[in-house]
């Protein structure tokens, strides 16, 4: 007679982290989207957000690709769901991959255009508000960032600029909204318009209409070295304006106020551009964009299709090995 062996047979798994380097940061995202979506959970007027994040990103189809010349074979994102709620950690990052990808790619063009065109990186603060004023103090910001570009320094000097809008929250629970922007400026700007921190800080507080001075940071983005394009100082920029509005930390520190900066800047614009940088990148994204599939012809062999799953209290990706 046969014994039947009541023992579970082992399930083995296959790890997305330890298959594929560049996919390592995806447990990392994707635990802090289950950590936000918590939180949304918490409140009947965001049930439809942690159910939308909830189901985000959970199956991620790859394709085993055989690289033809090397002979290498390596996997590649081919298919997955996005909720594209605006603050859900995962969407974000793919967001900012995306954006970043846009301008690296448009980088050759723009510099070949300008060439001796500048860039220069810029902060703009307002003094720490409550929570509940977040909309109304953006919407401010916004209003005085046009008045600034209105302004002689911009309209002779600057040929293009992207700006996008952070939130931090501070020890006190005060909210700190600033803009990061990337300026491309002309060269004429260092020998006839040149500022000094003081003096952007002086224009920020005069477009703004306050009597204090706003803490303001500009740097050059040391974009030549020896004549060579600086690639890394560029990207250090444009991965600083490029990124998420909110980081995850500052979402899962207090309900409360996550709840209500949602509320706040509920359908504002984070993102503009404008000059030779204009229509760049739109603020909307469609699934597709955020699979960052290449655009080139693939010319690797697909071997077969993998799928890495979502376990939760795992917190990775992984999945089924057959057999
Ligand atoms: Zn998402």
């Known amino acids: 007679m046969e014994r039947i062996d009541n023992k579970k ?17 995806w447990d990392i995202h994707r635990h802090d989207c ?13 049930e439809r957000y942690f159910e939308r994040m909830n189901e985000c990103s959970g199956h991620l189809q790859y394709s085993e690709m055989l690289n033809r010349e090397t002979g290498e074979i390596g996997i590649k994102l081919k298919s997955a769901r996005f909720c594209r709620v605006r603050h859900c950690p995962v969407c974000q990052w793919r967001k900012s991959l995306m954006w970043k990808a846009r301008f ?42 046009i008045k600034m570009i209105q302004r002689k320094h911009f309209k002779n000097y600057n040929l293009g600029f992207v700006k996008t809008t952070e939130i931090t929250r501070s020890k006190d629970g005060k909210a700190h909204p600033h803009f990061h922007i990337l300026l491309l400026m002309k060269p004429s700007y260092f020998k006839y318009g040149y500022l000094k921190t003081t003096d952007w ?10 009597s204090y001075t706003p803490i303001t940071d500009i740097r050059m983005v040391k974009a030549k070295l020896n004549g060579e394009a600086n690639k890394s100082a560029i990207a250090e920029a444009a991965a600083e304006t490029l990124k998420y509005a909110v980081k995850p930390s500052d979402m899962v520190k207090d309900p409360e106020w996550f709840h209500e900066l949602t509320r706040q800047v509920h359908k ?42 979502w376990f939760k209290k795992d917190k990775n990706y992984k999945r089924k090995l057959e057999d």
């Open 268 to 309: 504002l614009r984070f993102v503009s551009t404008g000059g030779v940088l204009k229509d760049l990148f739109k603020e909307d994204t469609s699934e597709k964009d955020l699979l960052l599939l290449s655009e080139e012809e693939d010319t690797d062999k697909e071997l077969r299709i993998l799928n890495y799953n």
């Open 34 to 46: 289950d950590l936000v979506a918590d939180i949304y959970k918490q409140s009947f007027e965001f």
């Open 201 to 210: 800080a002086e224009l920020w507080r005069d477009c703004l209409g306050v």
């Open 9 to 25: 047979i082992k399930v083995k798994y296959e790890k997305l982290s330890d298959r594929s380097e560049k996919d390592k940061p």
């Open 104 to 145: 690296y790619k448009a980088l050759p063009d723009i510099e070949k255009q300008f060439k001796s065109a500048r860039w220069m990186f810029l902060t703009l603060t307002v003094e720490n508000c409550d929570v509940s004023e977040v909309r109304e103090k953006i919407q401010w910001m916004n209003k005085s960032f």
